[in-house]
């Protein structure tokens, strides 16, 4: 039952397994009492036959009961098979949603969010439908197909042999529909999916798109992708359309041909009427289960597309490994190291060569260096977003790779260039994945950052709610909730990233005299932009392709009248 990429989900299936049981126990419950039905027709037509009033209404009595116990075990199976498929569905959910928080962030830098989306959401929603069909409807209707059909048999095998013959060639049928509806499956998960990125990725920047008047381009390009969308849609439907009527025919056919060798039995005296009414109520009751079986084969065909882009997540390994000795990095003092550092993001494309630098507890470097030089790339090897291909990375003397990601990233204060505002309280962005607010250490970080004072002027002060990108909030405004955020952990290193696009004159001053404060007594790196950054940093390190050229401080390096002369220049003195 459970084959190919279906079996992926095996660990989901068995959690749920005293579910599935109940839900079985109510399935046989049910198809013990289907052939009852017919045999309770051919008494009932008997009975009419004879004129019998008492008899009629005793077998109808009978008949309601059947009815009544058949009820209740087909609710019993629908709410258990309910159950048990949507636990699966939240199982499967909360696992590959967790997988995805172990990939690191080279992971997302290809990664298209709304496909992802739509993955976890659509696709495992597929997955449930069918996990519960197939654990109800379509069990019971393989054992009302045996069940029926043995009954069949034991009323009149020849007319039985007749029917069955055309159920192989409606077997293969069924098949062949499958195996085509699961590649237009494909396609068709795959184009909706496009669908969901590229809506994502417009509507996350519709700034860009407003500010280049391009709503026409977007409004043609989203059109294309819909259309194709659509065609993908009408081919997997026009086949299901194709499917239904040639199986509906088979059946009708075959009915007819029952009929006339019921009759020709009848004649032989090989069969009494009520015993062909029997045969034929228990055929009619065989339809429905024959539909509903090729249904739900050609979903479980179909929805194998949507495991296996399910599972596609689930297979991708998180390329930052950590040891399983890895000890809890204890509270540091600050002092970080690159040890004859190598790395690349792409093999054969080294972006650092040997990278050597010390930096002592307490001090500020300004890491600058014309674009693409790999200041950012600094920065991230001391995060451990990634790891060098050579050398060591060194936090107060210890390697990085030997610590847990964790609480080596709880040191480690971060102020990126553009600030995220998560949907929620400024208080809950300010203590951003902590599930215990502390108010008052929330407006002491505030007020280092100087965002108190602003946050107080709101109606709803720390707790006024901003949007998912904190459109309510100005640049300088984020900026400084984006200190708090980095201060409230009390850092030992901080990493800037300061901010190219200006801000006003007033809240510049802000933003710069909230770093200042926080860098205090901390190691900070930053990867500087604004010339009174630089100059008061205790070290400039001058970076260019890669490699460090100059290092000291702003008079020192004019001084010395190189490469960060010249640069200064450039940048600066006009
Ligand atoms: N995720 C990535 N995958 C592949 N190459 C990358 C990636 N990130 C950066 N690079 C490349 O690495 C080099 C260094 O980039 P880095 O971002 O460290 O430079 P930078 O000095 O911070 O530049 P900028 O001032 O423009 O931000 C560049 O050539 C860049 O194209």
Redesign the pocket.
Known sequence: MIAGSYRQLWPDLRSQWPNFLRTFVCVVGYVVTVPLLPYLAGQVTTAISQGDVRQTAYWMGLAVLVFLIQNIFLYGEKVWAIRASLSVVLRLRQRVYAHLHRLGI?YF?TAKTGDLAYRLTEDIDRIGEVVNKMSQQFISCVLQLIVLTVYIFYLNWQLTLAGLIIAPLMGWLISLFGQRLLMLSRRSQSEMSSLSALMTEVFGSIRVVQAFAAQDYEVARFSQEAEQNRRARYRTEHLTAIQYPVVGFLEAISIMLLFLLGGWQISLGNLQPQALVSFLVAVVLLIHPIDLIAQHYNAYKQTEASVERVFELMAIAPTLHQNADAITLPRVTGKVEYRHVDFA??PG?P?LRDLCLLVEPGQVVALV??????????V?LLARFYDPQAGQVRVDGVDLRQVTVTSLRRQIGIVPQETTLFSGTLAQNIAYGQTELDYDAIAAAAKIANAHDFISQLSQGYHTWVGERGVNLSGGQRQRIAIARAVLLNPRILILDEATSALDSESEALVQEALERVMQNRTAFV?AHRLSTIRRANRIIF?EQ?EILESGTHDELIAQAGRYAQFYAQQFKS
């Open positions: 080279d830098a993001y792409e494309k972006v260096g014309p674009s693409g030089a790999g200041k950012t790339t600094i991230n990867i970076l890669g």
